[in-house]
């Protein structure tokens, strides 16, 4: 097989940091590709220098694509020479319709500054039936699903006919069958010859769709894998430098302490119709237990959450510590002893405009006041306190959050959430986009706090996560409960059927 | 925790002395400098002290105590309202009606103390009690409504207006009791009026409110991110309300201070200021996004822009030019403001790289 897009001895360094030494990168022709390593070892600047945002002598080192060296001016060239970067962060015009997005900026007849609708369907159509992905190209984006959105960013991309499709870790925001359905179509652009680089942080993703795997750490390609020899544990060793013993801490069965979360009859409609997004769910959480929600994207995991702590109007009864609450707004929830950890640390987690520990604060400043008099000293040691108790690095307390990592970030939010002593934790994907070390550790913290008697209910897309985690396990699909089991007793094939089978229903 | 791995943070330096201000011995290290720089405040100070000393080495009557005192006294009416308008801002709304109901509050005030016949402090308290109401009406509009605060408020500059027509078919009230023009004309201190004096005793109060007490800091959450400060169970929709009347009442009380001033109801008071008062916090810069600035910072830009239009008649250049040089200064301002974020977050960036321990932080941020 002939490589396709190769780097040699690709080094940058930042200010003395050497960033990427010496990386040689090769891609064969008709392959995907896996990139790994977790977050600092290099990922992200090799891709800057593969998508010309390092334009060509920012750096060391030659690229060659398909067999001529190339130099990048600019992201743009990167993309008229042959690359094609499909990014983390979907953006998708929701005002514009599917056709429109996948030829954004080039809508016109032949090129021209005219557009024609008939033309630029037609066009949307047969390269959406090229790729195998069924969309109708007049529907405007906001209709779509998550799946879809990735999909129609995967069609932008290929429209320019690419010699290399970059994909960084596109399944992030997807659940498992939504997942299954990208990985389809990638195999068939596999087999119609595109070659794709995969960035991922989800390794068993490796093993279903790549061909080969480079793993990075430190600047440095520290493993060259070929598909017959993927082993799990040696490409996590490979990333982590060590071998990681034990992803989920082990921990006793839980006590069967006093219920402390008890929801019956849960029923959450979409907003402005009659449409049930949550029907007849109930369920109750004891006293240090651990249980998971499981279920695809849609399936009414995350609105259960939100019910829970006062975010979406409800009916149903929501009891704590033997107490029903009156769940009007996130104030009504907190003051039941209610926190929630929300999925989106973007949009609906961290404050930009404030610094770390004011985002660890804001919320419980009354823990650290005298009536409305903010005590500083009290606030700096109390959230010190945290940042130690869950080891937040950063340059110092008031460094601003966006320049953290993204384990960091969420390190921030928890510490938010947990001080001031919530009795029932609603976690909702507590380890999306964070890395393999991190989430070690919050998995550790998850057990620690429900050890330490807390009530904590979380919803995750990552399956093997909620088996390693969870005392229990509910599985929902269409809004209601389909499947419930005990820690030992599931698996994710269990899981899946269960999703799966009462979608078909 | 199980496991505690320490905290990376400036080796051997306590966490209180890592916060943005410098010990004070160090106000001359380099380090010390740059962070002087990082204050948000600093570069405004700055381009108003060089405005002055230009103006003052080009005519040297400008800083002359007379000229002092006119532009503190000038100024003062319009900086009142800006108090306001940087709570407001800051917690991620506008109000453009506070012009209107300056005048609108000056003239029911004035009414209600000549052909109301009503004593001279229950009629200025109604005054102000008016611009509250005026407020609670924007605020519930915008809040409640949700309608944006730029139609919301802008429909409220008309209907104010309109109010205050109909109220005096464009005649000023006149004359007033004569204990009104004794308070607008009286210079207890230096003298200066007392309107500018209420002014310090505001921004004194307003600032320290925002910067050391939970309400500024709810506040900053709720303009910073109105999901995530209900999310921690902040009330915003009442925070917002809260600045919306205390923004009328303020409006409602430097245009009564004016009427004082001119001893007359006049239904000319408050006509512009509006964009004034957002003109000058915008130059302190309070970000119209929410979230960002603070009273002093918008209380220096309001200073700014009136040594600018005092200086530029000084100097002797025609009155024509004022306006063109707020509208100059108002985007030049802002443009330093992004050009001054742009280089500390780029040296914020080098630093941690130089650093190297936590390369993957800027991996991260650079991604974004």
């Not at chain 1, 939504?178 to 960035?199: A, K, P, S, W």
């Not at chain 1, 320049?403 to 928890?414: F, I, P, R, T, Y």
Request: contains cysteine; glycine residues 10%.
């Amino acid at each position: 097989m002939k490589p396709v897009l190769e780097t040699h001895n690709v080094s940058k360094s930042f200010a003395g940091v050497q960033a990427l030494s010496q990386v040689n990168l090769r891609v064969d022709g008709g392959n995907i590709h896996a990139l790994l390593g977790h977050n600092g070892a290099g990922k992200s600047t090799l891709i800057k220098v593969l998508t010309g945002i390092y334009p060509s002598g920012d750096f060391d080192g030659e690229i060659v694509l398909q067999g001529r060296p190339v130099a990048f001016r600019s992201p743009a060239d990167a993309r008229a020479k042959g690359i094609a970067y499909v990014p983390q962060e979907i953006s998708v015009l929701e005002h514009l319709s599917v056709a429109e997005n996948v030829f954004v900026g080039r809508t016109g007849v032949n090129g021209s500054a005219l557009v024609s609708f008939r033309d630029l369907y037609r066009r949307t159509r047969a390269l959406l039936a090229q790729l195998d992905i069924e969309l109708d190209p007049r529907l405007p984006a906001s209709s779509l699903t998550a799946t879809e959105r990735q999909l129609l960013m995967v069609a932008r991309a290929l429209s320019t006919e690419p010699a290399v499709l970059m994909l960084d870790e596109p399944t992030t925001s997807l659940a498992r069958t939504e997942v299954d359905h990208l990985f389809r179509v990638l195999n068939r652009l596999r087999e119609n010859g595109v070659t794709m680089i995969f960035i991922t942080h989800r390794i068993p993703e490796v093993g279903a769709i790549c061909d080969r795997a480079t793993v990075l750490r430190d600047g440095q390609v520290v493993a060259e894998i070929a598909r017959d020899e993927f082993q799990e544990d040696d490409i996590v060793a490979a990333m982590v430098g060590r071998r990681v013993e034990r992803l989920y801490p082990s921990r006793a069965a839980a006590a069967a302490g006093d219920a402390i979360l008890e929801v019956e009859e849960l029923r959450v409609a979409r907003p402005g119709t009659d449409l049930d997004l949550v029907h007849g769910v109930g369920f109750t959480v004891r006293r240090g237990e651990i249980v998971g929600l499981a279920g695809l994207v849609g399936s009414g995991r995350t609105e259960i959450l939100s019910a829970i702590y006062g975010r979406v109007q409800h009916e149903g009864r929501i009891v704590v510590d033997g107490k029903t609450i009156k769940l009007r707004r996130p104030s009504d929830a907190r003051r039941a002893g209610i926190a929630m950890l929300t999925e989106d640390r973007k949009r609906e987690g961290l404050l930009f405009n404030m610094n770390l520990r004011e985002n660890v604060t804001i919320g419980n400043l009354a823990l650290v006041s005298h009536g409305v008099l903010v005590d500083r000293r009290a606030e700096a040691a109390r959230a010190q306190d945290f940042m130690e108790a869950l080891s937040v690095r950063a340059r110092s307390a008031t460094a601003d959050v966006a320049h953290l990592s993204g384990g960091n970030q969420q390190k921030v939010l928890l510490a938010r959430v947990l001080m001031n002593a919530p009795k029932v934790l609603l976690l909702d994907e507590p380890t999306k986009g964070v890395d393999v070390g991190t989430k070690q550790e919050i998995y550790r913290l998850i057990v620690q706090l429900a050890d330490e008697g807390m009530a904590i209910v979380m919803v995750s897309s990552e399956i093997p996560e909620l088996l390693g985690l969870c005392d229990r396990c509910l599985v929902l699909a269409g809004g209601t409960i389909v499947d419930e089991f005990a820690r030992g007793e599931g698996s994710e094939e269990r899981v899946i059927e269960a999703t799966t089978l009462t979608e078909a229903a | 925790m199980t496991e505690k791995t320490p905290v990376t943070l400036e080796a051997g330096v306590p966490l209180e002395q890592q916060s943005g201000r410098p010990p004070r011995r160090k106000a001359f290290s380099r380090a010390g400098v740059q962070r002087v720089f990082a204050v948000s405040e600093a570069g405004i100070v700055i381009s108003l002290v060089a405005l002055v000393l230009i103006f003052n080495s080009l005519q040297s009557a400008f800083l002359s105590s007379q000229n002092v005192r006119a532009m503190l006294g000038a100024m003062s009416f319009v900086a009142i309202i800006a108090v306001g308008q940087t709570l407001l801002l800051i917690a991620g709304e506008f109000d453009l009606s506070v012009g209107s109901v300056a005048g609108l509050s000056a003239v029911i005030s004035a009414w209600l103390m000549t052909k109301g016949h009503l004593p001279v402090p229950i009629a200025l308290l109604l005054g102000i009690g008016s611009g509250g109401a005026v407020g609670l009406i924007n605020g519930l509009v915008v809040v409640r409504l949700g309608i944006p605060a730029f139609i919301a408020t802008l429909g409220m500059l008309y209907a104010a207006q309109g109010f205050d027509l109909l109220l005096t078919n464009g005649y000023p009230i006149y004359p007033l009791p004569h204990s009104v023009g004794k308070i607008g004309q009286a210079t207890p201190l230096f003298g200066i009026g007392w309107s500018f004096y209420i002014l310090v005793v505001l921004v004194v109060v307003a600032d320290l409110v925002l910067r050391r007490t939970t309400i500024g800091r709810n506040l900053y959450a709720t303009g910073g991110n109105r999901e995530i400060a209900r999310l921690v169970g902040i009330n915003t929709d009442l925070y917002k309300i809260v600045c919306f009347v205390l923004t009328g009442m303020l409006a409602a009380l430097a245009g009564m201070l004016v009427m004082g001033s001119l001893a007359s109801g006049s239904t000319s008071i408050g006509s512009g200021w509006e964009l004034i008062v957002i003109a000058g916090v915008v130059i302190g810069g309070v970000s119209l996004f929410g979230g960002v600035g603070s009273v002093a910072a918008g209380f220096v830009g309001m200073l700014l822009l009136q040594v600018v239009q005092s200086g530029l008649v000084v100097v002797g250049v025609s009155p024509n030019w004022q306006t063109v040089s707020v509208g100059v200064i108002m985007v030049a301002a802002v443009g330093l403001d992004l050009f001054r974020r742009k280089v500390s977050a780029r040296d914020s960036i080098r630093r941690r790289r130089a650093r190297g321990s936590t390369l993957h932080e800027t991996e991260e941020a650079g991604a974004m």
